[in-house]
């Protein structure tokens, strides 16, 4: 069995501050770990993944996030905000053994980025 | 190259009814994907379908079936509607077991 936690339901930030959304899950094997991003009233859209290789896997849009493989933890950061970036972020977790298409999806946490 | 599409966006439905919803893949997906997401939660993995076949299912009743056409696309049927299945339903296509990608999704109110 897995199980994602994303530990903070809301986050407000101001523009242009740093911001980290913390996810933490939990897996008895290998796991592939991913972050999708839904606007208001949209489906969702991935963000950024981590499959294999380096632990820092980076976002076109200046996310960034580290698989903590020691820490079961797969925390997103970025340095400045932006007003856009206002939105619900879902880390999401699948078993490495049967692909990257059977997600199991933390609760989210609702970014707030204030002018 | 369209992406993931789902029709129609939404629907109202009274207690007890069948609904049938869409999806399209994105183009080169062959499996296809279904996931409920209640208001404020995170999406719930109903089932997936590669070669008009049922390959997994999550935790959700008989209520809930599918199909997948030679074309790929898919749909998601609910019978004997209850209160509780109003949700965004959200499709997600991938080639094979690799990344998935969604669409917009299904907003589905049922009275």
């Known amino acids: 069995a897995q199980s994602v936690t994303q530990l903070d339901s809301q986050v407000p930030v101001f523009e242009e501050a740093p911001v980290e959304l913390r996810c933490n899950y939990s897996?008895?094997?290998?796991?592939?770990l991913f972050w999708y991003v839904q606007y208001p009233n949209q489906g969702l859209q991935l963000l950024l993944k981590y499959l294999s290789g380096s632990t820092l896997v980076k976002s076109i849009n200046g996310f960034e996030a580290e698989f903590n493989k020691s820490q079961t933890s797969f925390h997103l950061r970025k340095p400045s905000v932006h007003i856009s970036d206002t939105a619900e972020y879902f880390c999401a977790v699948s078993q490495a053994q049967t692909g990257a298409n059977n997600l199991f999806f933390g609760t989210g946490t609702r970014l707030t980025v204030i002018p | 190259d369209a992406g993931v599409t789902q029709s129609p966006t939404h629907l109202i439905k009274t207690r007890g009814q069948q609904v049938t919803l869409r999806c399209s893949p994105k183009?080169?997906?062959?499996?296809v994907s279904w996931y409920q997401q209640a208001l404020g939660q995170g999406p719930q993995f109903i089932f997936q379908y590669y070669e008009e076949e049922e390959r997994q299912r999550g935790n959700f009743p008989d209520r809930f079936s599918g199909h997948q056409f030679p074309n790929y696309s898919s749909e998601l049927n609910v019978n004997a509607l209850l209160l509780g299945d109003s949700a965004l339903y959200l499709c997600?296509?991938?080639?094979?077991?690799?990344?998935?990608?969604f669409g917009p999704g299904t907003r589905l109110l049922v009275l």
């Open positions: 997600a296509s991938s080639p094979g077991s690799e990344t998935q990608y």
């Open positions: 897996s008895s094997v290998s796991v592939y």
């Open positions: 183009s080169g997906h062959d499996t």
